[in-house]
């Protein structure tokens, strides 16, 4: 596809159970980047990958969250247990690689819920 | 710790008019800044990236400016339109690979 995708684009989940968010990155990009947008609040970076790998998995807020790459493509997030405040905005974005010079392009993100 | 601040937090404008929203950043020591467009519902789309070494970026009625040493961006839109309402994202790249966003303008231009 042309851009970045992600499914679903709403959940709606009760306290306690688990839940996977799926990012389809641009095709060729080998960086994949997942944030969370809570509702009047900015983006917080969570984890990137550099091809299947990630690097970085310290902006996870918990041990409830993971995140695994296959193929240097698909990406999923998982939330274990989701809490409440778990709710937000999910946005993934790709670039080329990862780089202070790589321009980050968004998917359009999945709305989560939990009750 | 690098925080970046948007103000106002909204707007709302006739249209026509011409306008600037406003970032702020604490730390200068940054590579780039990106400015960003969402809509309700949909993702981010990348408006203008400004490295550190370059003062302004340009893409039709859309100019960005960067000011490092005093940490600050401005994002000036001319001849608003209704089209272009929607909330306006800043982020800065400290040199990582990830961004620091701000917390946004929610633009409405009124027709």
């Known amino acids: 596809g042309a851009g970045v995708s992600q499914s679903p684009s709403n959940k709606v989940t009760e306290k306690g159970k688990d839940v996977e968010l799926r990012c389809d990155p641009i095709s060729g990009h080998t960086a994949l980047y997942w944030y969370r947008q809570r509702l009047g609040q900015g983006l917080e970076f969570l984890i990137y990958?550099?091809?299947?790998?990630?690097?970085?998995k310290s902006g996870l807020p918990s041990d409830r969250f993971s995140a695994e790459r296959t193929g240097e493509s698909v990406s999923t997030l998982t939330i274990q247990r989701t809490q409440q405040e778990d709710s937000a905005v999910y946005l993934c974005?790709?670039?080329?690689?990862?780089?202070?010079?790589?321009?980050?392009?968004f998917g359009p993100g999945t709305r989560l819920t939990v009750l | 710790k690098q925080e970046v601040t948007q103000i106002p937090a909204a707007l709302s404008v006739p249209e026509g008019e011409n306008l600037v929203l406003n970032c702020s950043f604490t730390d200068s020591a940054i590579y780039n800044l990106q400015w960003f467009r969402q809509d309700p519902g949909k993702g981010l789309t990348s408006l203008l990236l400004i490295q550190s070494s370059q003062r302004e970026q340009t893409s039709g009625r859309l100019n960005a400016s960067l000011d490092k040493s005093s940490g600050r961006s401005t994002l000036y839109i001319a001849a608003s339109q209704p089209g272009d309402s929607a909330t306006y994202l800043c982020a800065v790249n400290t040199g990582t690979y990830k961004y620091i966003f701000g917390t946004g303008t929610r633009l409405k231009v009124l027709a």
């Open positions: 974005a790709s670039s080329l690689k990862a780089g202070v010079s790589n321009e980050q392009f």
């Open positions: 990958f550099q091809g299947n790998s990630a690097p970085d």
